[in-house]
């Protein structure tokens, strides 16, 4: 129920998302059989597989993809042989710049990411104002 919050409602760092009641429409498809099980995935572990969507495979996605492919990871650890798992990561990385997702990435470049960048004219960002 939307005025109950859920047993497992913990704060999360998955904006747009509330875990704290199950909606009508998951909850119908649940109960119409389209559904097989609800997961739950931690924040820091939709952290970390953004992060590792992005350097892995050059990807970049926000928390709540990260919270995804988490679940699609745990369902295809589960599934018969020859499955084919099907995941939508539907959200880009730039509107969490801000967010913990990129807390450790330095603002500014190292000199070996200066060197790749002046490899290529025509891609770089004018420089900062004194």
């Known amino acids: 129920s939307p005025a109950a919050p859920h047993p497992a409602f913990k704060p999360h760092p998955m904006q747009g998302w509330v875990p704290d009641f199950i909606p009508k429409i998951t909850g119908d498809a649940v109960a119409a059989g389209a559904v097989?099980?609800?997961?739950t995935i931690p924040g820091p572990e939709a952290l970390k597989?953004?992060?590792e969507l992005a350097t892995r495979e050059g990807i970049f996605v926000g928390i709540t993809s990260g919270a995804t492919f988490a679940g699609a990871l745990q369902v295809a650890r589960e599934a018969e042989k020859g499955s084919t798992i099907l995941c939508m990561l539907p959200d880009t990385g730039e509107r969490y710049l801000s967010t913990p997702l990129f807390a450790?990435?330095?603002?500014d470049m190292t000199e070996e990411e200066l060197a790749i960048?002046?490899?290529t004219p025509s891609g770089q960002l004018p420089p900062k104002a004194a």
């Open 36 to 39: 097989g099980k609800l997961l």
């Open 49 to 51: 597989m953004s992060r």
């Open 104 to 107: 450790d990435v330095p603002a």
């Open 117 to 119: 960048s002046r490899s």
